[in-house]
């Protein structure tokens, strides 16, 4: 009986000496906001993924799967050729090396926080997280790690978010100036107004773009048809089109039913007026056999200029860079955009070396101070403290022309009245 | 001392019918609860977050495994609509958890008491159906699910999902960010107590149940349900209470998932997710408690652990950089292979294989 009573308190005590002796074993793990045991280097503070000579940067992407050779790969591609020019030319401020530590999430939001927490201790920042799913699959643990991302994603969610560095202007923006041009200078006023959206955030997204169009310019919106990401058939939105007599349709999708719907439509006789947000379009629709169709119908809503367009400053930086570290790289609008935000990207480290502070604090604290040059290649997007930043109200429209590279030809710039007084709420 | 020796020497066989029922047949078994103890304790200060948030998701779908081994293991109601109820308890969490903010001491239990209301709705098919019918009966769950996830958008959030805040605080404990002896953790050290704490509590509660009298009338049924009536066990009342005890697992697990990741979406709760289950019991163990862990280990954890090691195991270098598959290929055409493989040469899974390795020794020097 006497035995019986100590056991417990072996037990404990044999337990608690255990767990002395691994937690004293310690864990290799710089993440956590501890700051990873900050010290000066000259004069600029170090933190988790900058040691004082080589700043690390996480991009989270797909790199394989159905969306990983439209989007994920040629932005990062764009990532990539601009911080081998920024290295080769020193470093950011001259002197540290950006290094890109790349994960592959296959546009997975579930998929996302695990490679997050992989990589969280031993990156500065993030350089680039693609999609609205995967971004707000994370953003609680940006917040908690004080992290800063930047977003491949023009949701406006992301405008009043102290811990994303988003760039560009929004969906919204983007429906609001091209219905702006064709109200008003392409005489579509009186006439049925239409729009397909896909379900989720990206297609109310773009709904919210043209029902506040319809509302400053004055306008109604004859037919709203929606459909599900994994829908394969569209006979049953063409048909709301036809029934609507649609001049012009709206469309909020992705690069493989962009094909689809405005194929179908065609087939079905249906062609109105097109115009794409940004993700849908894709470099294979040019080749593919709706290219015809989209060439005499179709208006894409982007930010930019034409790719090979000598007479714009961050184009002709481009090319030659292209030229120097990726000679293979096609022509292709989302490759514009990763290169754009790494261009965001380094302003902002230059911004934290300037305030002589690259820990997550001090890079957090450089988003308020900084401001990008875009040299072009998209609309200027003010920062600063959340509340005060202002996206770019400028959407470039574009045509589908297969003579020229990249089979997108600038037609016009666009910043209306109308996109000017669109506001955002902070979520 | 020679007490000692004694013990040491006397082979643990289970020699009545008493000593079979004990939760901890032999001094064995109780060293090795106390190791797990030890790493319970312990890992969250050795481990990095990416280990932590591997072995959080492996525990969230032990519990989700434990269940789905209550249901098909030991009442053999086979069920692919285990997704469903993970489902019924995210959303849970995120309507009253994420959105209400209420403490998990509330959201928890409403999770498990929401799973197993709805599963004990369903329950009654299965005493019109069996086999390959129930099966796909409950499949077509998962397909309502989805339809109803996507629609229902005040709490769900409709296709673009929903967000909430964690919620996992009970009174002053917060398993986001817990402080030990003035020592701040990080949330994945903090949600790995909080998880494995659910895993042990339900290996308990589970292992409790199968080892007394509803265990056996579950098992009656599962070997033969007419017989198992004949003998004067109430078919209705089980299977139902199987059901609804296998949802309300699922559930917990699903409000948990939910709240460590704090971003649900519907496309989550798909065919993969309830195929998924399935595989865990299976490669696990069918009718093991202890295989629902083990197969969660090697089916939630694996691919992870493949993915993370890619560069240094050589055949998955060499498909990646020559054969052009991405890691995420390899994984499913590795995992499906696994689960034909342990279905066809060891249907107990990998807790049959230990069973018989931990028989070979206890008989040890007469094991033949």
Known sequence: ?427 | MTALIQRLRRPPLTTSYANDLRLFPSWTAKAGMLALAVLFFALPFTLSDFWLGVLIRVGIFAVGAIGLNLLTGYTGQVSLGHAFFLAVGAYTWAHFGGELGWSMVLWLPLAALIGAAVGAIVGPFALRLRGNYLAIVSLGLVFIGLHIWNNFESVTGGSAGVRGERAATIGPLDFSALDVFGQKLTDDQSFFWLVWFFVALGALIATNIVRTRPGRAMQAVRDRDVAAEVVGVNLARYKVAAFALSSAYAAVAGALLGSYSEFITPDQWSLPLAIQFVAIIIVGGVGTIFGSILGALFIAGGPLVIDDRANSIPLVKWLVEQGGMSTATFNQLLFGLVIILFLVLEPHGLAGIWFRIRNYFKAWPFSY
């Open chain 1, 1 to 427: 009986m006497q035995a019986m009573k100590s056991r417990p308190l072996r037990l404990v005590a044999l337990l608690a000496a255990l767990v002395l002796l691994a937690a004293g074993c310690g864990r290799d793990d710089g993440g956590g906001d501890t700051g990873g045991g900050a010290q000066t280097d000259g004069e600029v503070k170090t933190g988790p993924g900058f040691d004082g000579t080589t700043i690390k940067l996480g991009v989270i992407t797909p790199l394989s799967g159905p969306v990983a050779p439209v989007f994920g790969i040629p932005i990062t591609a764009g990532n990539q050729v601009y911080f081998d020019k920024v290295n080769a030319a020193g470093g950011v401020a001259g002197k540290y090396k950006v290094e890109l530590v790349k994960e592959d999430n296959v546009y997975d939001a579930a998929q996302t926080k695990p490679k997050y927490d992989k990589i969280k201790g031993d990156v500065a920042m993030f350089g680039q997280i693609l999609g609205t799913p995967p971004t707000q699959a994370v953003l609680a643990d940006l917040k908690r790690d004080g992290i800063v991302a930047s977003p491949a994603s023009l949701d406006a969610a992301w405008v009043r978010e102290p811990n994303l560095l988003p760039i560009g202007s929004t969906y919204q923006i983007q429906f609001i100036n091209a219905a702006d041009y064709l109200i008003n200078d392409k005489g579509f006023k009186g006439k049925p107004i239409c729009m397909v959206a896909v379900e989720g955030e990206y297609g109310d997204a773009g709904i919210q773009g043209l029902e506040f169009a319809a509302k400053e310019l004055k306008f109604d919106i004859a037919v709203t048809a929606r459909y599900k990401p994994s829908d394969q058939d569209f006979t049953a939105q063409i048909q709301q089109l036809k029934n609507g007599k649609c001049a012009a349709v709206f469309l909020t999708a992705l690069p493989t039913q962009t094909a689809q719907i405005i194929g179908g439509a065609a087939q079905q006789g249906l062609t109105p007026q097109w115009v794409g947000q940004s993700p849908t379009w894709a470099g294979a629709l040019a080749t593919s056999p709706v290219s015809p169709v989209l060439q005499k119908t179709f208006l894409w809503a982007s930010e930019g200029a034409t790719w090979g367009d000598q007479s714009v400053v961050g184009m002709k930086e481009m090319l030659a860079d292209i030229a120097k570290y990726k000679a293979d790289q096609q022509p292709d609008v989302y490759f514009v955009f990763g290169y754009v935000q790494a261009i965001a990207v380094h302003a902002l480290l230059e911004q934290a070396v300037e305030n002589g502070d690259l820990s997550r604090a001090g890079i957090l604290k450089a988003v308020e101070d900084v401001s990008v040059d875009y040299k072009g290649l998209l609309g200027e997007y003010k920062y600063g403290k959340p509340a005060d930043r202002d996206p770019s109200r400028e959407t470039t429209l574009f045509t589908v022309d297969p003579s020229v590279p990249g089979a997108l030809k600038k037609l016009v710039s666009v910043s209306s009245d109308a996109a000017k007084k669109l506001t955002f709420e902070a979520s």
